[in-house]
């Protein structure tokens, strides 16, 4: 029988890690707990880092395009737009999807294929309109594939042989078995419930190509980044050493006060006695929810 996760409240470090996450929510989302079902503290970490997992980090990139893109005329200038702030580092959120910031709401297509899609137009925060980009980010280079519409989300192969075609074997893990018999439907790809992690997508690509999904039904957890997880897993376990370290140190009665310093990568821990001076504590060299947003926000 699988032993259910739980979720320690105990530790000071923890409760203002999870109190930090959850006022970051509010602040970098503009997302209220209080409208998330079955809400505990404890997940703000999973929550924040499942929802960065699905946007595309602000930065500057350059922008190449396959032979088969091309933007309705209509739409040039909304394209103009776009492509002024991908260029220039602009944060895309306003083009995606209002499921974005919905974190328990996986991008079943982006998890499994690699390929992002954004609309071409923006209004109230969110994408709007049909038309819709679809891209491959390698570091610093934005592979723009094709300007389409909902119906290629149910079409991965067309857009996978694009690519492969424009810059082939660059943007996916190829599997050495091409199978043009692929089990991938619109059910699949719309109900969460029918979610998994696929072996061979497209018939033609080894293993998922962006994020692992997995579930905790117990913690009423469903479809989160594999790699979420993990990361909340080892932060929480750093965490809780550190304070058994001082525990020990400076006896079981002491409070302690966290920081995190995401622009320094560091926790500043404070033992609340007279006199007492911050410790600067690192973050761990693996990922770690603090780490994540670090390097996604800063």
Not at 116 to 139: P, R
Not at 209 to 221: A, G, N, R, V
Request: charged share 30%; glycine share 4%.
């Amino acid at each position: 029988m699988k032993k259910k996760q739980k979720w320690a409240d105990q530790f000071n470090l923890k409760r203002d890690y999870y109190n930090i996450f959850e006022q970051r929510l509010r602040d970098d989302f503009q997302l209220e707990t209080s409208s998330i079902q079955d809400y505990k503290n404890e997940i703000s970490p999973i929550i924040y880092t499942s929802i960065l997992n699905k946007l595309v980090k602000p930065k500057p990139r350059k922008i190449v395009l396959s032979d088969a893109f091309h933007v309705p005329e209509n739409r040039l200038r909304d394209w103009d737009i776009v492509k002024r702030e991908i260029e220039s580092g602009a944060n895309l959120e306003k083009f995606l999807s209002k499921d974005a910031v919905n974190w328990n709401k996986a991008d079943f297509f982006l998890f499994t294929f690699g390929i992002y899609h954004m609309h071409l137009t923006s209004k109230n925060g969110v994408g709007t309109n049909k038309e819709l980009l679809y891209f491959v980010l390698k570091e610093d280079v934005l592979y723009m594939i094709l300007c389409g519409d909902h119906s290629e989300l149910y079409s991965p192969a067309e857009l996978i042989d694009i690519a492969e075609n424009n810059w082939p074997k660059k943007l996916f893990n190829l599997s050495e078995l091409k199978n043009n018999e692929y089990f991938y439907t619109k059910r699949l790809a719309n109900d969460p419930d029918s979610h998994f992690n696929l072996i061979n997508p497209a018939g033609r690509l080894a293993g998922v190509q962006h994020s692992l999904i997995t579930s905790l039904p117990q913690d009423e957890l469903k479809n989160v980044p594999y790699k979420t997880i993990s990361s909340y897993n080892k932060e929480v376990e750093y965490l809780e050493k550190l304070e058994n370290e001082l525990v020990r140190k400076y006896g079981g009665d002491i409070e302690l006060k966290l920081d995190i310093d995401f622009d320094k990568r560091q926790y500043i821990v404070r033992v609340l006695r007279d006199f007492s001076i911050p410790l600067y504590v690192p973050f761990l060299d693996e990922s770690t929810c603090s780490s994540w947003l670090a390097d996604h926000c800063l």
